[in-house]
């Protein structure tokens, strides 16, 4: 690899004989169409056993080295986002990743109902050239009351490494939720989720199908009917910790979608109290251990200093 704009493998040794390099490269990047990647090798930006090849057609074989310039991927038009000068709270940047705080009332990318205003297009104004990547190297999400980390990929490099790691659950990511009831000191939520029939952005606990969702927490703190919790992320399901903890019967403080079995009091706050506080990953390009963490927001830290007050 000799800048964060290129990639280089080397095809297995159980890679079959003879196949098309458009083919090999359309299951290896399947994130990008497979005409996208004919016009990069028709670009000259591919290169097998360091010899540039421009034929879509070229056979390769296992053991063959592929080199590829991403930075000439034919840029993405996404008719749904165009970049907006939104100030983003960027926690930290350098050539291949940036690590945002979000703040709560924020969509991540274009959606019904939201189509400016986005993170997405935050990113577009603040870094051109991630127009050439899809959702601007958008990985994973928050929900829009959610607040906290995320990460998003500047380079084709780094957006398929991250996409690796929250797969293999090698990137790690902790929550602060506030909630009502008691619940144990620790506790682990194993309850597969689909999405509920007729009810348009809820996810139900099932016992049978959907997909799997794994939740740990930790008790932080605890008044009279309300706790403070640390949860961990093994899986990254829609609504996952929301949706958990109500089933458990620890519904977030102040979300409005998932608070059947409690009733909570009304707090100074307008949204879930949960706050994504800790990210870790693997340096794409360095290959380091990387992690970050960042405050309870204003709004999470009044309801708890109402807590301590009715509380005490």
């Excluded at 053991?63 to 749904?80: A, K, Y």
């Excluded at 945002?100 to 104004?125: C, D, E, F, S, W």
């Excluded at 809820?202 to 640390?230: C, D, I, Q």
Aim: include cysteine.
């Amino acid at each position: 690899m000799t800048t964060h704009h290129y990639t280089s493998l080397c095809l297995c040794s159980n890679w079959p004989s003879r196949t098309r390099l458009d083919r090999v490269l359309a299951q290896l990047f399947s994130a990008h169409t497979r005409a996208a990647l004919q016009a990069l090798i028709s670009s000259g930006a591919v290169c097998v056993n360091g010899v540039e090849c421009r034929r879509q057609a070229q056979l390769v074989n296992a053991g063959q080295e592929i080199n590829i310039d991403f930075s000439r991927l034919p840029q993405v038009h996404d008719e749904n986002c165009d970049a907006e000068n939104i100030p983003l709270r960027v926690v930290y940047e350098d050539d291949d990743i940036v690590v945002v705080n979000k703040a709560a009332g924020m969509v991540i990318h274009p959606g019904h109902g939201n189509r400016t205003g986005t993170v997405q297009a935050a990113l577009l104004y603040r870094h051109p050239p991630a127009a050439a990547l899809p959702r601007a190297g958008i990985v994973h999400r928050l929900d829009k009351d959610t607040s906290g980390l995320f990460v998003a990929a500047k380079t084709e490099v780094a957006r398929q490494s991250l996409i690796e790691q929250f797969k293999s659950r090698q990137a790690g990511r902790e929550y602060l939720a506030l909630v009502c009831g008691a619940p144990a000191a620790t506790g682990l939520i194993n309850r597969a989720l689909s999405p509920k029939r007729g009810a348009q952005a809820r996810m139900n606990v099932v016992h049978s199908g959907g997909k799997e969702a794994v939740t740990r927490y930790a008790v932080l703190r605890r008044w009279p009917g309300f706790a403070l919790l640390r949860c961990w992320l093994e899986t990254g399901r829609t609504h996952q910790i929301r949706a958990h903890l109500e089933y458990a019967g620890y519904p977030i403080i102040g979300d409005p979608v998932y608070q059947r079995r409690a009733r909570c009091q009304d707090f100074f706050i307008s949204r879930q109290a949960l706050h994504a506080e800790t990210l870790r990953l693997i340096h794409p390009v360095r290959v380091d251990e990387c992690c970050w963490s960042c405050p309870l927001p204003d709004d999470m830290q009044a309801v708890i200093a109402q807590l301590d007050a009715v509380c005490t």
